[in-house]
């Protein structure tokens, strides 16, 4: 069975410092990890997917299958990112590609 | 883009009583949805995973006959909770998705989440 783990319940930087939300997983197969985050009284929205190799809002986020790691990262936080942010881990095969979620990261990003 | 609503947005019932939520996908058609259950500042739990015309698959614990899903068409899925109780009370969010295909290779495309139905039972 697969599992995601968000070590950090919270994590509170400063406006422009660098944040890092770290994830962990650990699954059989070949992962397909992406970042979910949700923004205050908003729903759940894609923020990146690894294979997508882009970056969203100035967030970056490297698939490390050596660490089975996949930390989302920003140089300069903004106030605005405040949110919570998922890291998920999408099952293949049988699956139906469901989505297997962190315990999620509250970030706080202060002025 | 994409987008999924969810009805009601919050309903408080009575203990034993039964309450439908409603998933619908407005601009596409899901061939999947998923029901999914939050706690206060914690994470989704996946509940089950519904496929149009076939029979949803739960996940270990959860009941099946507690949590009924009907998925009757490709843009619509219901979630019922029958003889509810107060520990059902909780935030369900349903998220619906297509599925493709890749140089003859299964994908699955992104899963679009609805904004939740905050369910409290009294």
């Known amino acids: 069975a697969q599992r995601v783990t968000q070590p950090e319940k919270l994590l509170s930087v400063f406006k422009g410092a660098p944040v890092e939300l770290k994830c962990n997983y650990s699954?059989?197969?070949?992962?397909?990890l992406f970042w979910y985050v949700q923004y205050s009284r908003q729903r759940l929205q894609l923020l990146l997917r690894?294979?997508s190799r882009e970056s969203i809002k100035g967030f970056t986020a490297d698939l490390n299958k050596g660490e089975t790691s996949f930390h989302l990262k920003k140089p300069f936080a903004q106030e605005e990112d405040s949110a919570m942010y998922y890291c998920a881990l999408q099952a293949g095969g049988t699956s139906y590609g469901k989505l297997t979620f962190g315990q999620g990261t509250i970030l706080t990003v202060h002025p | 883009g994409a987008v999924v609503s969810q009805h009601p947005s919050w309903v408080i019932c009575k203990s034993g009583t039964s309450v439908k939520i409603e998933c619908r996908s407005l601009d596409f058609q899901a061939t999947t949805m998923f029901w999914y259950r939050q706690f206060p500042k914690q994470s989704l739990m996946l509940m089950a995973t519904?496929?149009?015309?076939?029979?949803?698959?739960?996940e270990q614990g959860v009941e099946k006959d507690k949590f009924l899903i009907n998925h009757a068409s490709l843009t619509l899925s219901t979630l019922t909770v029958t003889s509810a109780h107060p520990e059902d009370s909780s935030f369900y969010i349903c998220?619906?998705?297509?599925?493709?295909?890749?140089?003859?290779?299964?994908?699955?495309?992104?899963?679009?989440f609805g904004p939740g139905t905050r369910l409290t039972v009294l």
């Open positions: 998220s619906a998705r297509t599925k493709g295909t890749s140089g003859g290779t299964q994908i699955y495309n992104e899963q679009f």
């Open positions: 519904s496929n149009e015309g076939s029979k949803a698959t739960y």
């Open positions: 690894h294979i």
């Open positions: 699954y059989s197969g070949s992962p397909e």
